[in-house]
């Protein structure tokens, strides 16, 4: 009886210790199970020394994602190493597969990543503060300055495009300005500017230059006399600019100035107040030569009748007094002799 309760105790601390075992294994793996998410790989065409497995991948600095495999792209792709092999596209790439967590992005599914990349989404290698570690930064950038590197091969997951890092982009720089440096002739360069020195150095001493200086020498000792010449000229004239000026100053501050610029107000004034009346002065005169016209017309037209009849009167008279002055006896004794009567004016004889 002892030793089977000894059998079960055993068999009992056995289990218990299986089961704590499978707790701690599924405690510990279930944050990866709970964010399986999107599988995507990128490739880089640098040394991705300090990026390891398991690296963030973050947005901005949000982390979305983590890293599950980093491998050479010949060694995963065997079809890639096709015709030279130091040139081929798998021997110098290094694929990087990633995982994106699916409740850290929005997206939810492949076609929105291809439209974001068509966008111009890029990944690339960023340090983590002073320590040197790298994980994956995702944003952003001008998909013209920063074309998609495709691999030509067919890909077992959705491919987000790399790009240089920051110190990569450094380091090809750097190359590329030695190379320049390199391509420059710097000994015939040498050559050159220490012939131009001497050339410059012979010029100054005996040549044209020489002469130059020379006649620069003498302008300027010119232009000193000139001066020295020219100073009491200026003083006289600054005196007498500075006597104008207080004159000036005097009659400006004159009480006759003072006066005239105010009689000059009181008139301004007065011609204001003249100008402003001056439209209803223009009004009401012509309204009195209207008034003029129309007693004008109405007296021609009462006085042309009466000038009419005034006229007729005055040929009448006119005629009566040539009569009179022809035949004076008519006057005293009568009608006139027989056919000598004189004729009116206008009238029948």
Known sequence: MEDR???????????????????????????????????????????????????????????????????????VYPEAMRGDIPRSEGARLVVVRFELFRDRVVETSVEQFRALVEAGLRLRMASQGITGILYLEMDFLDPARFPPLIPPWPTKYPVIPAVPSTLAQFQSAAEQLMARLNEVDLPGLVERISTLVEALT????????????????????????????????????????????????????????????????????????????LPATLAATEQTIRRVEALVDEADRDL??????????????????????????????????????????????
């Open 304 to 349: 042309g009748p009466a000038l009419r009849d005034l006229r007729l009167a005055a040929d009448n008279l006119r005629a009566l007094t040539e009569q009179a002055r022809r035949y004076p006896s008519q006057i005293l004794f009568g009608e006139p002799p027989p056919g000598s009567a004189a004729p009116l004016p206008g009238g029948t004889r």
């Open 202 to 277: 012979e010029s100054v001493t005996v040549g044209e230059g020489y002469r130059l200086l020379v006649e620069g020498g003498d302008l300027l000792a010119s232009l000193r006399r000139q001066s020295d010449g020219i100073g009491p000229r200026l003083e006289a004239a600054a005196s007498e600019a500075e006597r104008t000026a207080r004159g000036l100053r005097e009659i400006a501050e004159s009480r006759e100035l003072r006066a005239t610029l105010a009689n000059t107000a009181a008139a301004s004034a007065e011609l204001r107040t003249a100008l402003a009346r």
């Open 5 to 75: 309760g000894l059998y079960f105790r055993v068999g009992l601390a056995i289990l218990g210790g299986i089961a704590a075992l499978l707790a701690l294994v599924v405690w510990i793996g279930a944050d990866t199970f709970r964010r399986r998410g999107f599988t995507f790989e990128t490739y880089f065409a640098e040394s991705v020394q300090g990026l390891d497995t398991g690296a963030q991948v973050r947005f901005r600095g949000v982390a979305i994602g983590t890293v599950r495999e980093i491998a050479i792209a010949a060694a």
